[in-house]
Nanobody, 113 residues
Framework: QVQVAESGGALVQPGGSLRLSCAVTGGIFMNYNMGWYRQSPGKEREFVAGISRADRTVYSDSVDGRFTISKDNAKKFLYLQMNNLRPEDTAVYYC???????WGRGTQVVVSS
């Protein structure tokens, strides 16, 4: 029912910034609790940031203070602003409704000098 499409991943130097986008279709976007997740080689997928229907946000300790999750209900887009990127942020990033386990293709972020 709900479809997502991530974009914005790139190769970035340490300390750089990226803005990831997620287009959401197939449902009433403003009713969803949405999140960003990531998976790096050899590791399990992990939660990065979430935003509720009421725009309350939560972040993992590893990104708190550096990343900002936001959404545009009119455009039906979810965003992740990533600042002060570190090599350990390298991963494929996914967006999804919180609680769902069907994943899209994600978008690759590589942080390297």
């Amino acid at each position: 029912q709900v479809q997502v499409a991530e974009s914005g991943g790139a190769l970035v130097q340490p300390g750089g910034s990226l803005r990831l986008s997620c287009a959401v279709t197939g449902g009433i976007f403003m009713n969803y609790n949405m999140g960003w997740y990531r998976q790096s080689p050899g590791k399990e997928r992990e939660f990065v940031a979430g935003i509720s229907r009421a725009d309350r946000t939560v972040y993992s300790d590893s990104v708190d203070g550096r990343f900002t999750i936001s959404k545009d209900n009119a455009k039906k887009f979810l965003y992740l602003q990533m600042n002060n990127l570190r090599p350990e942020d390298t991963a494929v990033y996914y967006c999804n409704e919180v609680g769902r386990t069907n994943w899209g293709r994600g978008t690759q972020v590589v942080v390297s000098s």
